[in-house]
């Protein structure tokens, strides 16, 4: 077991990519073994912070008080077997692709930072740009091993539900609470994942490091497609990239079929000009799109498809399709660079991210996108749109100067007031973490969220794990 007590040693843990100010513990607990893991939680007396890599944007990794517990060296990545493969917790999502890569499988979710550890993205059911297709972590995850606050432990595997007990290590049996809350049917990964008839596991998944303690997973593979096509499209108007979406959203054509729609405001694009200097120069919108095909005999017939479909659209002529796997790569970068220039911009600032993770059913789709802009434009505040367009889930970044902070946060308010009034969730996601609670609040109610603590109270009676996050 190492310890780190130094408080130089323990700052670097108090802190993530969401530049929360505020944390604090008296130490750093790192085990080298489930032995150990489970000796110190026996034993144990303080609140538990769980420690991802960092690159969480709720501050769920940023402890108020006692002890963090890091799982840095539970970081093994097996073989693949049978389209499976098993994984540490501190495994990154960058060493899992490039595993992957000589074989004949790929792992569908890739959240904009590969950085990050696999118990984190369960820890928050993160998804990525592929997940309108392909769907999002919880898809993914079949089998997890969970220690609990107090030392005893279970394996959790697909087809044990909530019907039944769950049986733990030391022969307790627990018994899912009798509560009405249900989650939203968007894409949704704000607090608890409760559905009837469930699986145990996906209550685990997303729950912010307040149940348990993931140290093993089990991840289904898919696959890898032959081929993608991709391109990046641009428009004059933002309006005909939510029209050309919502008409492929509605394609029944055979090769219409994207696992990637991702959108770009102008604000975006300004600021990804500064890298990709091509950018037609009227452009005020840009979309992503990627394709993925299974028989490399279908890549012709797929992209004449794409071409003869975009004909008869507003994009415009200069945009840009993939030739290469250099190609597909460079639109790769151009999809992430602005979630890390606007990160690397709030780091140079000092600013605390202020950005929403909403999604909203389809019916709502044009009535999201007009009120979003037409709100943004009145408000003279800085800010920038991109995210998954296909999901309705967009990241509204706003970056207002120190006297119009708190004109940010009232206009998040009134966003998440609107969302939710269509059905939607407040993080679609990022998690709840320390960040997003409020809303949480007013998304679920008093009573649901006195549901959700009987959930808590099950696991973790004494609420050592997570002490701020969700509740």
Known sequence: MIYKTNPDLISPYLKDASNYIGGCADKVVIPESIEELSCFLKTNTQQITIAGAGTGMTASRIPLSGCVLSLERFDTIGNPDGGFIDVGPAASLENLYKKLEPTEYFYPPNPTETLASIGGTAATNASGSRSYKFGVTRDYVIEADIFFADGN?????????????????????????????????????????????????????????????????????????????SGILFFEKEEECWDLVDSIKKSKQKFINPCSLEYFDRHSLNRLRKKFAHIPTVAQAALFFENDIDRQIDHKIALDSWIDYLDNTRVLSDSWFAHSASDLKKFHEFRHAIPALINEENSRLKRTKIGTDMAVPDLYFFDMMNFYK???????????????????HLHINFLPDEQNIQTAHNLYAKFVSQALKWSGTVSAEHGIGKLKKKYFLQMVGEDSMAQLKRIKDIFDPDFFLGKGNIF
Not at 184 to 204: E, Q
Not at 221 to 228: A, D, E, G, Y
Request: charged share 20%.
């Open 374 to 392: 037409n709100e943004l434009e009145s408000s003279g505040i800085d800010y920038v749109v991109f995210g998954h367009l296909g999901n309705n």
């Open 153 to 229: 432990s279970t394996t959790l595997k697909r087809g044990l539900t909530i019907n039944d007990p769950l049986e733990i290590s030391n022969g307790r049996k627990v018994f899912f609470p009798n509560i009405s809350y249900k989650s939203p049917l968007c894409k949704n990964a704000a607090g608890y994942y409760v559905r009837s008839n469930m699986d145990w596991l996906d209550l685990f998944i997303g729950s912010d490091g307040t149940l348990g303690i993931f140290t093993r997973l089990r991840l289904k593979l898919k696959l890898s497609p032959s081929s993608f096509i």
